[in-house]
């Protein structure tokens, strides 16, 4: 294996490792621990609460980094593998497959999941409105994560898919 396939795959570790703990996170928080904890009464609650929220904090600060590096990463060394053999990609790649548009609205989406993300965890004033009405905005941020894991999955398809061929290399076979 080569340095740049051996970064990579390091990267791709990385990224998907922290994608599961945070959507995994969100998942368990939406649908055992919030109901459970509705059942208790609300002063113990608000402790628990409070005791969770304190130990999660670093995990989730943890896993945004963790994803914003390694994905941003990835992308540029995806560009400039793209760019660096047009003959092999075909000069227009990028816009053809709308990778670029797709990389934008993931990013988009994923900035506004790690708010939530991150209110749900903090204990700013400013951001009380979310933990106000936790299961709500617990089920818009995984909502948010779906869509962010849906659109990674056509990224990745683009280019590895079974019938993805790029341009050129298609050309060359119909030839
Ligand atoms: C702003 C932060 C992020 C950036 C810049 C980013 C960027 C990327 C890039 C460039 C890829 C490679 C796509 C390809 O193979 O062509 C990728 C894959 C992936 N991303 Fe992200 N990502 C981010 C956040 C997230 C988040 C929040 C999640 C989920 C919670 C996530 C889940 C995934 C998964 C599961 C893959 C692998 C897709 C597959 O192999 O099928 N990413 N990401």
Avoid: C
């Avoid at 130990?55 to 793209?82: D, E, H, K, M, Q």
């Avoid at 760019?83 to 990609?89: G, I, M, N, S, V």
């Avoid at 994560?145 to 683009?158: E, T």
Wanted: net charge positive.
């Amino acid at each position: 294996m080569d340095t740049t396939a051996v970064v990579t795959l390091l990267l791709r570790w990385a990224h998907v490792l922290a994608a599961i703990a945070a959507f995994g996170g969100l998942l368990f928080a939406r649908f055992g621990v919030v109901p459970a904890l509705a059942e208790i009464d609300a002063p113990t609650r608000d402790r628990i609460h409070e005791a969770i929220r304190r130990r999660w904090l670093p995990w989730v600060i943890g896993a945004i980094t963790v994803l914003l590096v390694s994905g941003l990463a990835n992308f540029l060394i995806f560009n400039a593998r793209v760019k660096a053999d047009p003959a092999f990609w075909g000069a227009t790649w990028m816009r053809d497959t709308s990778y670029h548009a797709l990389f934008g609205a993931k990013f988009l989406v994923a900035m506004v999941m790690f708010y939530f993300a991150s209110a749900l965890v903090g204990r700013g004033a400013g951001t009380q409105w979310v933990r106000n009405d936790r299961a709500k905005w617990l089920t818009v941020t995984l909502a948010l994560g779906l869509v962010v894991v849906l659109i990674s999955g056509w990224m990745r398809q683009l280019h590895t898919g079974p019938n993805a061929a790029p341009l050129a290399a298609a050309a060359t076979m119909s030839n």
